[in-house]
């Protein structure tokens, strides 16, 4: 089985003018350049390789902040949804983000998508994830595999399960002690990351699955794995 892996972090809808959006997002792409290379430049996505590379994005606030009033951009009264790639053909990656839903109830989101799993160790990741925590200031954040995901929540609601990685805002409440090999470390003063595995988590190690069982356990039982909005 080839598992999918995915990072996002997640929060209940927060309208915010574009202009703070903008300034999110130079965030989210400046910290990205700085944990790896392959992550220096990104592209507008388009309808082939060509056009995107013709379409290379400026990381500043006030350029993100004319690309982002692009009418396909726009998805709603104050909404937007973007997404970009990397352009790499051996180690591509695309980040999506949609923010600023005006809708009780709804969620905003930054996701990280990278299409080689042989180039994603624990180091990568967890700066991803963290570059995305700093940028959006979510309340909850992941990184795992599509299919560890679908094994363990039916509707994959935000905030209700656990992955390799876990991100708990400091509004979510304290993480407690968990056993080893699990990490627990700090992102600055904005909340916890919960580390499974120092090595790539996968379905096809029992001992990942286990583990994964026994930390949400504990997780659930202080009453961290709840839907977004309720803690």
């Known amino acids: 089985m080839t598992e999918t892996y995915y990072a996002g972090v997640y929060w209940p809808g927060r ?35 060509e056009s995107a590379l013709n379409s290379r994005i400026s990381p ?17 009264e104050g909404e937007i949804s973007f997404a970009a790639w990397n352009g790499s053909a051996d180690d591509s990656s695309v980040v999506n983000f ?3 839903a005006p809708v009780p109830g709804a969620v905003d989101l930054c996701v990280w ?13 967890s700066l991803v994830l963290k570059a995305m925590v700093l940028a959006w200031e979510p309340e909850w954040g992941i990184v ?24 708990f805002s400091r ?22 990351l919960v580390i499974l595995t120092p090595e790539r988590f996968t379905l096809t190690r029992p001992d990942h699955v286990a583990l994964a069982e026994e930390v949400r356990d504990q997780l659930q ?9 309720a803690s």
Not at 19 to 41: G, K, V
Not at 176 to 192: F, M, N, S
Request: hydrophobic residues 30%; contains cysteine; proline residues 9%.
């Open 113 to 125: 998508t990278p299409s080689a799993p042989r180039h994603l160790s624990q180091q990568r990741a």
């Open 15 to 49: 309208p915010e003018p574009l202009e703070t959006h903008a300034r999110r997002a130079e965030a989210l792409f400046q910290r990205l350049a700085s944990t790896d290379p392959i992550l220096a430049n990104w592209y507008e996505q388009a309808r082939s390789r």
């Open 171 to 192: 509004d979510r409440g304290p993480v407690p002690h968990l056993p080893g090999p699990v990490r627990v470390e700090p992102v600055e003063d904005r909340g916890t």
């Open 221 to 229: 039982r202080v009453g961290l794995l709840e839907p977004l909005g």
């Open 144 to 167: 795992t595999s599509d299919a560890h995901r679908d094994s363990v929540s039916e509707s994959g609601d935000a905030g209700t399960f656990i992955g390799w990685m876990t991100y």
């Open 60 to 76: 500043d606030a006030l350029s993100l902040q004319q690309l982002l009033k692009k009418t396909k951009y726009q998805i709603g």
């Open 98 to 100: 949609s923010c600023g």
